[in-house]
């Protein structure tokens, strides 16, 4: 099993709709959770992060964590097609006091006109 | 001003060859990382320093090396380069490595191909 798994996608949505991207984890004691935004070619950005259960709200963005569920997710209103990205769910496994963020392999999000 | 450098940004080289990459943050943060990103964009974990001291080593092989000279920089030397080792690799950093809620800072990444 992976330790943290995406659908590759694309995830097809029309621009205005909702985008909803999830991720699955395998490390129970995992605590805090990110998620961030790579457009092709570039870097990776952070735009959300989240450490409660239950929605954190960004702007246009919705972070969900049920850590019972080991489920996290973000919700993208009104998707634009800058959007159009891929999504990185990156979860905190690190067995000592220092950070080591485990990423999936990322979701594609394509926001049509 | 570039928060988080990298350089070279493309790196063509020959298999066999020995290659460095280098790393330098400005935002006043404790911790670097490397990461790599293969061709199917999985990015992984390869190293972690926290003000100066290696805290990760993620089964990396011993051809790299990573070296930080002070806080501000973490340096990624690579022996023997192989094909396997083509892929866009990672400089971030963060305020402190201490804690699991570390906004991580990404460099633009340098592109490494290998003939």
């Known amino acids: 099993q992976k330790e943290v798994e995406q659908n590759s996608g694309p995830l097809s949505v029309p621009e205005g709709a909702i985008a909803s991207l999830n991720c699955t984890y395998s490390d129970r004691v995992s605590q805090s959770f990110f998620w961030y935004r790579q457009y092709s070619g570039k870097s990776p950005e952070l735009i959300m992060s989240?450490?409660?259960?239950g929605d954190k709200e960004d702007g246009r963005f919705t972070a969900q964590l049920n850590k019972a569920s080991q489920y996290v997710s973000l919700l993208i209103r009104d998707s634009q097609p800058s959007d159009s990205a891929t999504y990185l769910c990156?979860?905190?496994?690190?067995?000592?006091?220092?950070?080591?963020?485990?990423f999936g392999t990322g979701t594609r999000l394509l926001v049509s006109p | 001003d570039t928060a988080v450098s990298q350089t070279p940004k493309y790196l063509v080289t020959q298999m066999g060859n020995d290659k460095s990459i280098k790393c330098e943050q400005n935002?006043?943060?404790?911790?670097m990382y490397w990461y790599k990103q293969d061709s199917k964009k999985f990015l992984k974990i390869m190293f972690s320093y926290n003000n100066k001291e290696l805290i990760i080593n993620e089964t990396v092989p011993n051809r790299f090396s990573p070296k930080s000279p002070d806080k501000a920089h973490l340096n990624l030397h690579i022996n023997s380069l192989e094909l396997g080792d083509s892929a866009v690799y990672f400089c971030?950093?963060?305020?402190?490595?201490?804690?699991?809620?570390?906004?991580?800072?990404f460099g633009d990444g340098t592109r490494l191909s290998i003939l």
């Open positions: 990156a979860v905190n496994m690190a067995n000592t006091g220092f950070q080591k963020l485990v």
């Open positions: 971030a950093s963060s305020p402190t490595g201490r804690g699991g809620n570390q906004p991580q800072h």
């Open positions: 989240i450490y409660s259960n």
């Open positions: 935002l006043g943060h404790d911790t």
